[in-house]
């Protein structure tokens, strides 16, 4: 499966932005979406996830209460509707799936859960 992340920007704090995720090939198997950001000179880190039926979403502290992810499984897209952004949002956001059934103790929140990444769409929040 090859994942396209886009809808990043430069936008001020404060404001609105939706990312989407879109998947093309082989996406008959589909369990969880993600999504991951990384800023310069940080680690990769847990954002948002989301399974196929969309009843069981994940959030890092950080963005709980401000971002939602999202799916529409007949587009193959996810999304990350990101409200109230700050400067310490910004960052090179990442989209992730898994395809693979999931085991037991598998955390979504851990970027070894998933198989397929997308290319990265940056946000810079300026204050």
């Known amino acids: 499966v090859q994942l396209q992340a886009s809808g990043g920007g430069l936008v001020q704090a404060g404001v609105s932005l939706t990312l989407s995720c879109a998947a093309s090939?082989?996406?008959?198997?589909?369990?969880?979406g993600g999504w991951f950001r990384q800023a310069p000179g940080k680690a990769r880190e847990f954002v948002a996830a989301?399974?196929?039926?969309?009843?069981?979403?994940h959030y890092a502290d950080s963005v709980k209460g401000r971002f939602a992810i999202s799916r529409d499984n007949r587009k193959n897209t996810v999304y990350l509707q990101m409200n109230s952004l700050k400067p310490e949002d910004t960052a090179n956001y990442y989209c992730a799936r898994r395809s693979q059934a999931i085991v037991l103790g598998a955390s979504p929140r851990e970027a070894s859960f998933y198989d397929s990444w997308g290319q990265g769409t940056q946000v810079t929040v300026s204050s």
């Open positions: 090939g082989h996406t008959f198997n589909d369990y969880y």
């Open positions: 989301i399974n196929w039926s969309g009843d069981n979403t």
